[in-house]
Each structure stands twice: as C-alpha cells, then as structure tokens.
C-alpha cells in the first residue's frame, strides 16, 4: 500500500507554480522605493580650512550616501572620508554636491577641505536604503533671490527613467542670509544648517519621467541660491 500512495504521489497533479517566484514566498522584498534610513551628518564653520560631517550611527555597508557642501570664496572644496569613492557635481559660489556607497558598516566622518583659506563652510548629509545607486543627476545652477522676499525657486529639472526615484533638491544660500526653507509641493525638508542654509529635499517620484523640484526661500537681504537634482533609483 505504501509504494502504490508514493506513485500516486508522483502522477497527482501538484498546485500550481506561483509566476515569477523562485524559493521560498513571502522573502524579502525586493524592488522597495528608495528612502532616507534616518543616518544623518551636519557641520559648519564660520571660518575654517575643512569642516568635518560626523556620522555617529553606523552607515550600512552597500547603502547609497549624498551630501551637499559649501565652502564660501575658498575655491573649490574636495570631500573625503567614510572610505567612500566619491563622484561629485562642482556649482556656482563653490556649492557642491557629492554621492557614494557607504563602504563598510560603522560609524565615520566626511571631510570637506577648502581649495584655499579659512572660508564659512557647511555641509549636510545622508544615507539612502534601498538604492542601487544614481539614476540622473542635474549638475548645479544658481538662482538670485530678490532682497526681503519670500521666494518659489526650482531645482534643475530632470527626467528619470525608473519608477521610484528618490529624487534630492539639493540647496545652500551662498551669501549666509540665514533664512527659512519651506519644501515645495510633494517635497520633505531635511538636515537644514543655520546661517549658510545647507539643505535639501526629497520626493519619491511614483513613475518615471520629467520633474522641477521647487522650494521656498524667506529672508531679508539678496542671495544666491545655488541647487541641484539628484534621483536615486530602487
């Protein structure tokens, strides 16, 4: 009777495969939209040849980091630390952005080193889960703020080619005005600095295509903004 229930078992019809499954169902998640796990960094100087960017909690090893940089009149800063190969967008008024994949699992710092002098500097970071690196990125612009206005301003526009960008407005306020940042429609403000107004913003953009990050600017004196478009991709 056993042998004659095993054939049967061979030549029952089994349930039917589960389309685009392979192992087990219900693991992990794959295809998650890019987000901002929390790890942060922030820094400042008024009056500096480098200013340091602590990332306290530990980065996790593959994760995507960007930071946006300023270093006042002293010329082009460079950006080290983390054990990270960075890849970076040079901007008007020495506002700068820069992107990598955190190399190992721990605690670290960035360096961001003026090009000459001892400048105002700041710098703000973040790290990215669910990334498997950049999609598109904008280079920087600049756009002058009227003096004692409240001001809509665009990020550059980009065209994203995969579902579920994490998408970075990217911002500094070149002449220290120290005003107040309000996000754009759709748009979640983070990690802000005082004084310099190192900043940016972040979206998930539901399908791929062309978007103009927008944000607010409130101060009370002329100032350059400079900003930049970076999307992240699952």
């Known amino acids: 009777m056993k042998f004659i229930f095993f054939l049967l078992t061979l030549f029952l019809p089994q349930g039917p495969a589960v389309p ?34 602590v990332f306290s909690s530990n980065l996790v090893s593959g994760r995507g980091i960007q930071m ?3 270093a006042g009149s002293g010329g082009t800063p460079t950006i080290s630390g983390c054990g990270i190969t960075w890849t970076t ?15 190992s699992s721990a605690a670290c710092t960035v360096t961001i080193t003026a090009a000459s002098g001892t400048p105002s500097m ?14 598109v990125r904008s280079g920087s612009n600049v756009s002058v703020i009227s003096a004692t206005a409240t001001v809509a301003f665009n990020c550059p526009a980009v065209t994203t080619t ?3 960008d994490l998408v970075f407005c990217l911002l500094s306020d ?5 005003g107040t940042y309000t996000a754009g429609t759709g748009f979640t403000l983070s990690s802000v600095t005082s004084g310099f107004k190192t900043a940016f913003e972040t979206e998930t953009l539901a399908s791929a ?12 004196a002329v100032g350059a903004m400079a900003t930049s478009t970076i999307a992240w991709k699952p």
């Open 162 to 164: 995969v579902n579920n």
């Open 68 to 70: 946006v940089y300023f």
């Open 174 to 178: 070149a002449n220290g005005n120290n």
């Open 20 to 53: 685009g499954h392979t192992g087990a169902i219900g693991g992990g998640g794959g295809g998650s939209a890019p987000s901002l796990d929390g790890t942060t960094c922030t820094g400042q100087t008024f009056g500096a040849a480098s200013q340091t960017c």
């Open 122 to 135: 700041g710098v703000v970071g973040a790290e990215i889960q669910n990334t498997s690196g950049v999609d």
């Open 209 to 220: 295509g062309a978007v103009t990050p927008q944000a607010i600017y409130s101060l009370n």
């Open 89 to 103: 967008d040079t901007g008007s008024h020495n506002i700068n952005t820069a992107t990598g994949i955190a190399a």
